[in-house]
């Protein structure tokens, strides 16, 4: 019983490892180091949530995630679910899984984080997006058409977080894109090992399913100014207000 015990605590206390390529071998290669958990980790570590009825975690989410409720999901291995209520807030969660800090975000605030390792939040967040792109990504929820016409001038997360909220709303969204890839930093800025650009490039695909066009070359001041772009094509001056 005491062994069973003490079993117990250190499943609850730490928080499981990262799979990661041997040192040797990633000295070798550009791939990601860090592998991803397996589906028996991923439950694991989910079921480690204390599931908190104030949910502090959320409190350090720029977007408000409802944690508890995509964890407690991934507990019963219902990835297909954990991913579409993470979806209602974050449009990269691919991306965020990987390289957003949590540790300085929500698992600051973890409860379970005040006398133990708190839970892998982004860890869990990454395996539940992998899953989606490794099962096929399922059709999102888009008001119907407004009629109203959305420029975004650059695809950096901002542009493209953006993006996804006003596709989602019913607007039809357009991205101009300096350069020749969108991505923004997220292509240009953060290597290959941290976070592989197949991941980057399949979450724009995302976007571009919810109605989201992107141009790139398409250097706004050169191909048309701003007031060109509201006067002669159509797109709103102000969305709201």
């Not at 990601?32 to 079921?47: F, Q």
């Not at 691919?94 to 006398?115: D, F, N």
């Not at 099962?135 to 009629?147: I, Y």
């Not at 101009?176 to 399949?202: C, D, N, S, W």
Request: proline content about 6%.
């Amino acid at each position: 019983m005491v062994d069973a015990k003490k079993e117990k605590k250190a499943i609850i206390s730490n928080k499981n490892p990262m799979p990661a390529q041997d040192p040797v071998e990633r000295a070798k290669n550009f791939n990601e180091v860090a592998l991803g958990y397996s589906e028996e980790t991923v439950v694991a570590e989910a079921n480690r949530c204390l599931q908190c009825k104030n949910a502090p975690c959320r409190q350090g989410c720029p977007v408000e995630i409802d944690i508890p409720a995509f964890i407690e999901m991934a507990t019963k291995r219902d990835f297909a679910g954990a991913i579409k209520k993470i979806k209602e807030k974050n449009a990269l969660p691919a991306v965020c899984g990987r390289v957003c800090p949590q540790e300085s975000q929500c698992e600051k605030y973890c409860t379970l984080g005040k006398k133990h390792d708190p839970v892998g939040i982004g860890r869990i967040e990454r395996y539940c997006a992998d899953w989606e792109m490794a099962n096929g990504a399922q059709p999102q929820e888009v008001a119907p058409p407004t009629g109203k016409k959305v420029a975004i001038v650059g695809s950096g997360p901002a542009g493209l977080t953006c993006a996804a909220a006003l596709a989602k709303s019913g607007h039809k969204v357009t991205i101009f894109e300096a350069l020749h890839v969108a991505g923004g930093v997220l292509m240009y800025g953060i290597p290959e090992f941290r976070l592989p650009k197949a991941v980057v490039q399949t979450e724009i695909e995302g976007l571009k399913k919810l109605g989201v066009e992107i141009q790139v070359n398409a250097v706004v001041g050169k191909f048309a100014t701003v007031d060109e772009l509201m006067e002669e094509e159509g797109f709103l001056r102000r969305l709201f207000g």
